[in-house]
């Protein structure tokens, strides 16, 4: 079955770069259409997506992080990492990582069917 | 990438039929049917409810049901239950390999 996990400190200094590695089972980001997306959830507020990665190595993120953002795949490591630069307390929020797939009749990615079970990143001196 | 609009809470009775909407614009929810809705119980990982619009995954109850109306998609609950009571999001493609959430909806049930 499919399964997603994230890991990565649970405390970063302001101004630090965050590291997250997803570490996921079940498919193959080689497979074509496959993904794997960062969304993030600030304690008691919604989801943002952040960025994803596809099978072709191509990589998006959003318009507002782009500059902050990361991201890469080893697909023999079954790994995806999120890195995010100059952290701030209001990046304090739990970040997951969710498989999407690429549909290639409407051209875009979607949906998030399978979630790890996040992992909350605190951002204090 | 605005956010999608949705209703930040919603309630009904256990029996009843709720509908969630989600407010997006001509370049996100009105161009493609790639929208998705998630439920979210508090401590949990969002749980994909309705994909491409309307289909369900397996293992959704046919309680839940999503349709689309050009830039607005409804999610709707029949038949509420005690545990259908979550936090919702909606979620669409955007165009430019972007994809945005709403707002989340807080559902009570009575």
């Known amino acids: 079955q499919v399964t997603l996990r994230e890991s990565g400190p649970a405390l970063v200094k302001p101004t630090q770069t965050l590291t997250l590695t997803c570490t996921f089972s079940g498919f193959s980001l080689s497979t074509s259409g496959m993904c794997v997306s960062w969304v993030r959830q600030p304690p008691g507020k919604a989801l943002e997506w952040l960025a994803l990665?596809?099978?072709?190595?191509?990589?998006y993120y959003s318009t507002s992080l782009k500059t902050r953002l990361t991201i890469s795949k080893d697909t023999s490591k079954n790994q995806v990492v999120l890195t995010m630069t100059n952290m701030d307390p209001v990046d304090t929020a739990t970040y997951y990582c969710a498989r999407m797939r690429y549909y290639y009749d409407s051209s875009g990615y979607h949906p998030f069917d399978y979630w790890g079970q996040g992992t909350l990143v605190t951002v204090s001196s | 990438q605005s956010a999608l609009t949705q209703p930040a809470s919603v309630s009904g009775s256990p029996g009843q039929s709720i509908t969630i909407s989600c407010t997006g614009t001509?370049?996100?929810?009105?161009?493609?049917?790639?929208v998705s809705w998630y439920q979210q119980h508090p401590g949990k990982a969002p749980k994909l409810m309705i994909y491409e619009g309307s289909k369900r995954p397996s293992g959704v109850s046919n309680r839940f049901s999503g349709s689309k109306s050009g830039n607005t998609a409804s999610l709707t609950i029949s038949g509420l239950q005690a545990e259908d009571e979550a936090d919702y999001y909606c979620?669409?493609?955007?165009?430019?390999?972007?994809?945005?959430f709403g707002g989340g909806t807080k559902l009570t049930v009575l």
């Open positions: 990665i596809d099978w072709d190595d191509d990589k």
């Open positions: 001509s370049s996100d929810v009105g161009s493609y049917n790639l």
């Open positions: 979620c669409s493609y955007a165009g430019s390999n972007s994809v945005v």
